[in-house]
């Protein structure tokens, strides 16, 4: 590859003054550091007698298009998103972007909120929608379409293309639609912010790899409706895009934590050397988002790579339980109704009381929280005796000349359930035997800027380890992704959260077979036994990145010219059939096989990378000598 010295001049003069306006540091250009970073079943087939694994360690992970200038990353959280941008040949300047100022905030994320109008058009994301939201008067509000904490519809349920989501006043929308113009706010947000950067050059966006960060204990269809969504939001032009990377929360807050020194935790005290200098050190992240809590192990290799030692776990614990658990108290004090008819008859205005709870339920420190009781929910209580007497039988607030007063120990008790799901399963995974190396917890995501939750981390565990919190805990994540998408094999090898196989048949074998799943092929005669799962990778089993398996097929009749793939997954280490409690069918594939001249005796080699964040699989025809990447549909079961 080569470039004009006129074209390398022009480069060199948009990057040069784009860094300077980042920082005063001076930077080199040259094609060498413009180029630096890389570029980021059975129903027709019989497993082959010897099937094999090959560890292809040759076949490498590309870490980035060639051509990316920037690399930005989204961190599309469930109660906050905000994203970060770096150029892609270096990590020493990451651009954070800070959100709300024109509405009195300055914060380094913007609610994850969407307004549609009444005509189902794109109208405001963020802080906009939120203020847009509360400024329509009551009678147009029912016309529009309000979205928030709409992320959580994809974690713990079945994920498909065409599921739609509810707004806060019962109308629904296509999820696809609500998540695609999400992100395409985020992508026009970041591509106006990078041309200002760049001295008002436009960045084209092939220019651009995009990093989208998911929880770590999403399904494989959560992950692809993702990349979906920011196919039909314009990030990528198509489902196999290198263009983009799908990055784990707890990953990338974990990269963003090993390089950083003392100062950059809040801790009492801290080792004076950063994490990945240290090889050997084992750390669990416990990443505390406003929906779920990621939690992973790792520890530092002697590259300064990551490898996982404990397969990702956690659950919908996040700090929107603590908002939740205050909103079901609030509709206790407030009883007779009065509650319920407030949120029904004046949405905004509830909207804005608990997004005033949301920023008190971080601070709150061992004193008493004062909230502010809005006009309509005074009336109303008002209205029906008086709104002291709503406090007269509850424990834990007390009415105060407009405010509500609540008492530490009541506030206490909205965190009591997050607190302790993470607490209880944080014991589960230290008191296994190979995690005894472990000596670091850290909290990472917007919950952890809590108080009251560190608070109660380190009373229980501060003994035997050191618990280490970002001084900038919400970002930690964008950060960490804008690192995974310069070089996403930072992180070695990962730990399988299920058992993972294909449905697939074999010549029947009256001994060990099921007589129901007996079949007689078309053409001679062959009898063979259907839906038997042929196990690819187990639970628990640690998979490199760099790992390929290799699995030979042959097909069941001579003259098949596709064959169908049908991926399973459970949480047993294994089973003899896919129809087997406990087995979920995750996706399938079709790969064509049109050349039939040699019949049952052509093999199909399929290659399957467990080892990524998400599955990527090929397949080569040794008859035709054709090979092609699987697109393994997720979202159609």
């Not at 959580?152 to 739609?164: E, P």
Request: glycine share 6%; net charge neutral; aromatic share 12%.
């Amino acid at each position: 590859m080569s470039f004009s010295s006129s074209f390398l001049r022009e480069i060199a003069v948009v990057l040069v003054t784009a860094v300077t306006l980042i920082s005063p540091q001076p930077v080199r250009t040259g094609v060498d550091w413009l180029l630096s970073a890389a570029r980021a079943v059975s129903l027709s087939f019989q497993l082959y007698s010897s099937v094999t694994l090959d560890l292809c360690s040759s076949v490498l992970l590309s870490a980035m298009a060639s051509s990316s200038l920037f690399v930005v990353s989204i961190d599309f959280g469930t109660s906050y998103s905000g994203y970060c941008f770096s150029l892609a040949s270096g990590t020493d300047q990451i651009r954070q972007v800070f959100w709300g100022m024109e509405h009195g905030h300055n914060s380094l994320k913007t609610p994850t909120c969407i307004l549609f109008n009444e005509n189902q058009e794109f109208a405001k994301f963020g802080y906009d929608a939120v203020m847009k939201y509360k400024s329509l008067p009551a009678s147009e509000a029912h016309k529009w379409y309000f979205f928030q904490n709409f992320k959580m519809s994809l974690y713990n349920r079945k994920v498909t293309s065409d599921m739609r989501l509810e707004a806060s006043n019962g109308k629904t929308l296509p999820a696809l639609l609500v998540f695609a113009e999400s992100l395409r706010y985020m992508e026009q947000h970041a591509l106006n912010t990078i041309q200002e950067a760049s001295s008002n050059t436009v960045c084209d966006l092939e220019e651009i790899t995009w990093v989208i960060t998911v929880p770590a204990i999403w399904s494989t269809a959560a992950r692809q409706f993702m990349r979906l969504a920011a196919k039909e939001a314009g990030l990528i032009s198509d489902m196999i895009s290198e263009k983009l990377i799908i990055a784990l929360e707890s990953e990338a807050a974990s990269l963003w934590c090993k390089q950083l020194p003392q100062e950059g935790f809040l801790a009492e005290s801290s080792d004076k050397r950063k994490f990945e200098d240290s090889p050997g050190i084992q750390y669990v992240v416990v990443d505390c988002g406003g929906g779920t809590v990621d939690i992973t192990v790792h520890e530092i290799q002697e590259n300064r790579c990551l490898k996982e030692l404990h397969k990702a776990s956690g659950g919908g614990w996040g700090g929107n339980r603590v908002d939740e658990n205050f909103s079901i108290f609030l509709r206790e004090v407030f009883d007779d109704g009065v509650w319920d008819e407030y949120v029904k008859s004046y949405p905004i205005e509830w909207q804005r009381m608990m997004y005033d709870f949301s920023f008190q339920k971080c601070s709150a420190d061992g004193e008493a929280v004062y909230l502010h009781c809005y006009y309509n929910l005074t009336k109303l209580a008002e209205r029906k005796k008086g709104i002291s007497r709503f406090f007269e039988k509850t424990t834990g607030a007390v009415w105060c000349d407009g405010m509500i007063m609540i008492t530490y120990e009541k506030m206490k008790s909205f965190f009591e359930y997050s607190i302790q799901k993470i607490i209880a399963a944080l014991r589960e995974i230290l008191a296994k035997p190979e995690m005894a190396k472990v000596q670091y917890i850290l909290l990472v995501g917007g919950f952890a800027s809590s108080v009251m939750l560190r608070h109660e981390v380190r009373q229980a565990f501060s003994k035997k380890y050191h618990i280490f919190c970002p001084l900038e805990a919400q970002i930690a994540i964008a950060k960490g992704a804008v690192l995974f998408g310069i070089n996403p094999k930072i992180i070695t090898s990962r730990i399988s959260a299920r058992t993972y196989g294909l449905c697939v048949s074999r010549d029947f074998d009256a001994a060990i077979h099921d007589i129901r799943k007996r079949r007689v092929s078309k053409a001679d005669g062959r009898v063979y036994c259907k839906d038997l799962f042929s196990k690819l990778v187990g639970t628990g089993e640690s998979v490199s990145i760099n790992e390929a398996a290799q699995y030979i097929f042959t097909p069941i009749e001579p003259d098949q010219t596709s064959a169908l793939f049908a991926f399973y997954s459970t949480e047993k280490q294994d089973a003899q059939y896919v129809d087997e409690e406990g087995l979920e069918l995750l996706g399938s594939c079709t790969v064509p096989m049109p050349d039939t001249k040699l019949g049952r005796k052509r093999k199909l080699v399929l290659h399957i990378k467990f080892g990524l964040t998400e599955f990527k699989a090929t397949a080569t025809d040794l008859t035709s000598k054709q090979s092609q990447t699987i697109t393994i549909d997720f979202l159609s079961v």
